[in-house]
């Protein structure tokens, strides 16, 4: 499992409140990845970040932001959470070379 | 812009038939593709890349460059066999994901 973990493992929260997930990994892998994963449309890229401090956005970035201030944590942010953000998150980061990416376990976020 | 398309979101076959799961992507470039698994409550897992042309669990799957597909195939499918399947295709630092095939594996 490359060392990912996600905390926390399942949320329920109210619309309007923001929401911290986060990511962390332990062997040092430049790029992390976090994806919503949702019935009908698959995985679909939040933001990804190719090193500290360096993020960019992917296909579904409105309504979140993420931060990475050391190479193993990756933060993902929902700034004031929609019951539309309803979904389950999932981390991953990259091997070199893109070769392979490795996932977290994911969290369930529930806003109700 | 590129895109992975999985027609199947299920597929029920029995025990011992043949599983073929379907993928075509869209892309201007040179494409590396990949098959991700994701078995009941666990995290999404590595199933083969195109790039190493390998069998993994007794699966495979060919680049078609002319038919821009990708499709998984299994000669025998088992019931451990049962799971989501995801198609996805590296473009730069990115990696786009079909919507999933959820196949099932009838004793």
């Known amino acids: 499992d490359a060392g990912i973990t996600q905390s926390p493992r399942h949320k329920v929260t109210e619309t309007g409140t923001p929401v911290t997930l986060r990511c962390h990994q332990t062997?040092?892998?430049?790029?992390m990845y976090w994806y919503r994963q949702d019935p009908g449309h698959g995985l679909r890229l939040i933001h990804y970040?190719?090193?500290?401090?360096?993020?960019d956005k992917g296909e579904v970035s409105d309504g979140y932001s993420v931060s990475r201030s050391k190479t193993e944590d990756f933060l993902l942010t929902l700034e004031s959470a929609t019951s539309s953000q309803t979904s389950v998150y999932f981390c991953?980061?990259?091997?070199?070379?893109?070769?392979?990416?490795?996932f977290g376990p994911g969290t369930r976020l529930t806003v109700t | 812009a590129q895109r992975v398309t999985q027609p199947e979101k299920l597929l029920s076959v029995f025990k011992g038939a043949p599983v073929e799961l379907k993928c075509n992507y869209s892309?201007?470039?040179?494409?590396?593709l990949f098959w991700y698994v994701q078995y009941s409550r666990q995290r999404l897992q590595l199933l083969l890349r195109?790039?190493s042309r390998e069998s993994i669990k007794g699966f495979t799957a060919d680049l078609n460059k002319g038919e821009t597909s990708f499709h998984l195939k299994k000669p025998f499918a088992q019931e451990e066999d049962s799971a989501m399947y995801y198609c996805?295709?590296?473009?730069?630092?990115?990696?786009?994901f079909g919507t999933g095939t959820s196949l099932t594996v009838i004793p």
């Open positions: 991953a980061i990259a091997t070199v070379s893109f070769y392979e990416q490795y």
């Open positions: 062997e040092n892998h430049r790029y």
């Open positions: 970040s190719y090193g500290v401090k360096d993020t």
């Open positions: 892309y201007s470039g040179s494409p590396e």
């Open positions: 195109h790039i």
């Open positions: 996805a295709l590296r473009a730069g630092n990115q990696f786009y």
